[in-house]
Each structure stands twice: as structure tokens, then as C-alpha cells.
């Protein structure tokens, strides 16, 4: 990795830009200091630029830092109409509230059943207040998105429907003790503030979202069914999570084996099923005699369609920006370091929503990637020894997981040390049984019963997958499962930021990069931005 590389305005931008983010969220600033100085700061730059001064660029890229931290006050805290704020101001108990679903309801399906979404709220009526009896309450708008949980398990109602909700409306619980988990913490990173407990989930209109969202969700739903109606339990929920990212229906034990030995990934959708989406549909297309270019801008809009598909998550909205960048770059003959598409693709995902900067899955999502772009070339050349179709798979697994450790032991408490050798394994068999799904899904647009021979094949992959992560998660020996799988404490965050620094210098500052010297010099990049 040329050094040079990161002299690219972007990586100032988008690093200042985060730093932003990240101070704002810890060290609360005055909003209007933070915005006096951003004011002052931009009208500087100016002034200097007028002048043809040196610190013009300087004072520029600065000003993203308090861009940053503008940016994340705006997302992050209550406005005045929201729920929460009301319930501190007037001590309200049970509360009715109508409002527009936006999550895909999750089913949980322990002891307790019960239902749980996201409610942004438009309007609430306090039942029951510290007032005189007779105080009379009436609907107000209100503003705020409220976590919903339904102990009432049947579900009739979606995403984008307008609901009615009865119960009591109270503050999320925060931890306790320093290495718990803080429950107020991750709904306040979805902008959630307060949560209701309620019976039944009253319907009183049927959503109409837009149209290209209504038949993504009436797709994954139609996938949903041919899954089950070609596979049996638990496969169908296997290929379920696998093709759509939903783990609501997996088996505890089959979701803890994937957990164990460092593959749980593979139950994400990201850049592994965006990859061989694109693959097929470039392929097919280039089969049928369009060019490459054409096969490309064909397949980019079953990209999107797959993202809204799947939930826009951050692993696969990532992976779809990043997507989106290469081919872009490729119509237009431009050469581009996969380091700057990450990059870029981290700044658009945050410019939507900066507060997914501290969602595990955005953190998981972009570290595993950055390791794999930044580490990768270094380990392949330390393991330059091993034969080449080894050197490459073992060393992306190897910087992926390297990424990913501190984080496994910071939030999971865990470190799966079979993670390596695993993904050698589960990936490319995770990667044919993708394949095969889709492939599955769309014969059955034409004839289910030839669709149900590939589900038939799709099954014994499925089944020899299964059967080698038992393997890999020794769980036939408990003893070795638990030296394998070790359990941790919580390290500091400054632990963590430590090893990341010094994870992502070794490419630049390894020994043997200083004895080494390009008689060449370095080469020119093939883009300036």
C-alpha cells in the first residue's frame, strides 16, 4: 500500500469528519459554540482562499470536524415533541400512541413470546396523569420514534403500516455496572428514546410505502415461502438468514455454533452475496452478447433492489455503495484503490445516518473489509512461503479476522480463535449455497419442480455446512470448544483503539519497508482527488 495514497484529501475529510462524530457523542459541546466556530472557520477559509494563502485547505478540511459534530447533535438528541421528553415533564404512565411502523417486526420466540419494533410517533394521548380528575386528556402531535414490545403474538401488521398502541411508556434501562450491556445506549443509536409495553397492535391503515420498497418487501416475502416450501426446518431458516439476513427463525444452538467459531458473518448480507449477485447477473448478461459495460449497468439496479430487500442494513448498504463506486469508476475507465471506495462509501453511509457509527454491525461491517484491504497485501507477503491457492484465501481470513477480534472480545466477550481455519472452509460452501439459492429462486418462476432439484442440492450443502461447523465448534469436546472459543472480559476502549493502530500501522511502518528502498520511486496514482 503506497503511502502517498493517503495523502488524498478524502482521508483527511472523512477521518476529521468521524473524529467529529465520535467527540460530539462523548463530550457533549454547546451546539451554538460548535456553531460559532464552524461559522468562523468556513469565513477564514475564505478570506485566505481570497488571499492565496497556504492554510486555506487547512482551516477547510478542519471545519469537518465540526461538521461532524453538528451533524451528530442533530441526529442524536430528542427533539421537544418527543415521547420521552414528555414523559419527564409530566409524569405520564399509560399513554396511547399512533404512528407508522418502521422496522420489520422481530418475533421473539422464547418463553415469553412477544413482538418488538420501532414506532415513529405522530400522535399520543396521556391515559392516566398526576392531575385532578378532572383533567381531560386529549391527542397531541408528537414527534419521536418509541420501541414498541407486543405481548400479543400474532402479527397482522408490517412495516410502513399506521398502528395504534396501549401501555406504558417508560425510559430505556441503562446498565448498572461498566460491563453490561447498555440497553439505552443501543436504542438511543436508533434514535429511539422510550419504549412501550402493550397487549395488541391495532391496525389502522395498511402502509403505502414507496413503490419500488412495496415489491422489494412483497419479494422477500414471496423468497420466503419458496425457501420454505422447497426446504424443510431448520434449513429453510438456515438459507433464510444466509439469502435475507434474518435470524429470528434460527434454532438458538445452530445460531450459537455459527457464533463460536467466527462465522456468524455469513448469516449477514453483505459484500460476499452483493459479489455473487453481480457475478451472475454480469455473467448471464455477457452470455446473452451485451458488453461488459452494459452487463454492469444491468446489474446495478438488482443491487439496490436486494439492499431494500434486505432491510437496508449497514453490511449491506456498505457493500452496495462500494458496489455502486466500482462500477461507476469502471464506466468511466478510472482506476480506483478499493481503500478510497471503502472510504467513500463509509462517508455516504454516515452522511445518512451518523449515529450507525456505533452499531456493532456498521463496526463489524467496515473493520472486517478494512482489514482485508489494508492487511491483506502485508500478511501475503510475510506468508509468501504458502502455495498460492492457499496464500490468498487464508490471508484474507486471517486480516479479517484480525479486525475483528477486539471487537468480538469488546461486545460478545468471546474470541473465536477457530475463526481462521473456519472461514478456509464455510466461506466458498457458503458461497455455493448462496448461489444455488438464488439460482433455486429463480427457476421457481417458471417450474417449482425443477427448482426443488437444486433445493434438493442446496440441502446437502446446507447439511454438510452444518455438520462442519459442529466440526470446527468441537463441540462433541467441551474442553477444547471452550479453549477455542475463550471467554474474555470487556477490554478499555482505549485497548481497543490502541490495537488498531497499531493493526493498520504495520503495513506502513514494518521494518522491512524501511530497509527497502523502490530504485524506481513510486509510481504515479492513476487518479488525483
Not at 398526576?130 to 397482522?156: A, C, D, I, L, M
Request: net charge positive; aromatic share 18%.
Amino acid at each position: 500500500m503506497k503511502k502517498s495514497l493517503f495523502r488524498k484529501p478524502l482521508f483527511l475529510i472523512v477521518g476529521l469528519f468521524i473524529t467529529g462524530i465520535i467527540f460530539g457523542r462523548y463530550f457533549f459541546p454547546p451546539f451554538f459554540v460548535v456553531f460559532s466556530a464552524l461559522l468562523f472557520l468556513l469565513i477564514l477559509s475564505i478570506i485566505l482562499y481570497l488571499k492565496h494563502h497556504f492554510f486555506t485547505s487547512f482551516f477547510l478540511s478542519s471545519s469537518f470536524f465540526l461538521v461532524g459534530v453538528l451533524y451528530f447533535a442533530l441526529f442524536y438528541y430528542p427533539l421537544p415533541s418527543d415521547p420521552a421528553c414528555i414523559l419527564k415533564k409530566q409524569n405520564a404512565d399509560r399513554v396511547s400512541l399512533i404512528g407508522k411502523v418502521t422496522s420489520t417486526p422481530y418475533i421473539y420466540r422464547g418463553k415469553k413470546k412477544r413482538v418488538a419494533f420501532i414506532l415513529k410517533a405522530e400522535k399520543m394521548k396521556i391515559e392516566k396523569e398526576n392531575f385532578s380528575p378532572t383533567f381531560k386528556s386529549e391527542w397531541r402531535q408528537v414527534k419521536g420514534k418509541v420501541w414498541v414490545t407486543s405481548f400479543y403474538p400474532y402479527v397482522n401488521f408490517n412495516r410502513e403500516d399506521i398502528v395504534l398502541v396501549k401501555g406504558r411508556l417508560f425510559l430505556p434501562r441503562a446498565s448498572e455496572k461498566r460491563n453490561e450491556f447498555n440497553w439505552r445506549n443501543y436504542l438511543s443509536y436508533q434514535g429511539v428514546w422510550s419504549e412501550v409495553n402493550t397487549g395488541k397492535v391495532y391496525v389502522i391503515e395498511k402502509g403505502k410505502p414507496f413503490f419500488l420498497l412495496r415489491y422489494a418487501f412483497l419479494f422477500a416475502e414471496w423468497m420466503k415461502k419458496i425457501i420454505e416450501r422447497g426446504l424443510s426446518y431448520p434449513y429453510s431458516a438456515v438459507l433464510k438468514g444466509m439469502m435475507l439476513g434474518e435470524k429470528e427463525e434460527l434454532p438458538p444452538y445452530i445460531l450459537n455454533l455459527f457464533r463460536a467459531t467466527g462465522v456468524a458473518h455469513v448469516l449477514v448480507v453483505s459484500g460476499l452475496h452483493v459479489g455473487l449477485l453481480l457475478f451472475m447477473i454480469f455473467f448471464a448478461g455477457c452470455m446473452i452478447g451485451f458488453s461488459k459495460k452494459t452487463a454492469l449497468c444491468i446489474a446495478l439496479p438488482f443491487v439496490f433492489f436486494y439492499a431494500l430487500m434486505s432491510g437496508l442494513r449497514p453490511p449491506i448498504v456498505r457493500a452496495s455503495l462500494m458496489a455502486t463506486i466500482a462500477i461507476f469508476c469502471c464506466l468511466m475507465d478510472r482506476e480506483v484503490p478499493l481503500v478510497f471506495i471503502l472510504f467513500l462509501a463509509a462517508f455516504f453511509s454516515l452522511i445518512a445516518n451518523p449515529l450507525s457509527l456505533f452499531t456493532v454491525s456498521f463496526q463489524l461491517s467496515f473493520l472486517a473489509t478494512g482489514g482485508i484491504v489494508l492487511i491483506v497485501p502485508y500478511l501475503e507477503e510475510k506468508f509468501s512461503s504458502l502455495p498460492n491457492f492457499l496464500k490468498k484465501p487464508f490471508c484474507i481470513s486471517l486480516g479479517a479476522q484480525l479486525s475483528l477480534f477486539p471487537l468480538f472480545s469488546f461486545y460478545f466477550k468471546q474470541l473465536p480463535l477457530m475463526g481462521v481455519l473456519a472461514n478456509l472452509v464455510v466461506v466458498p460452501c457458503a458461497s455455493f449455497v448462496v448461489s444455488l439459492g438464488f439460482f433455486s429462486i429463480l427457476l421457481s418462476f417458471f417450474v417449482f419442480d425443477v427448482a426443488q432439484i437444486f433445493f434438493n442440492t442446496t440441502y446437502l450443502l446446507l447439511k454438510l455446512l452444518l455438520l462442519t461447523i459442529n466440526l470446527f465448534s468441537f463441540s462433541f469436546a467441551p474442553r477444547i470448544a471452550s479453549f477455542l472459543s475463550l471467554k474474555t472480559e470487556k477490554p478499555s476502549l482505549w485497548l481497543v483503539l490502541s490495537y488498531y493502530l497499531l493493526l493498520f500501522s504495520l503495513p506502513f511502518f514494518s521494518f522491512k519497508n524501511f530497509k527497502r528502498k523502490d530504485k524506481d520511486g513510486l509510481k504515479k496514482d492513476s487518479l488525483r482527488f
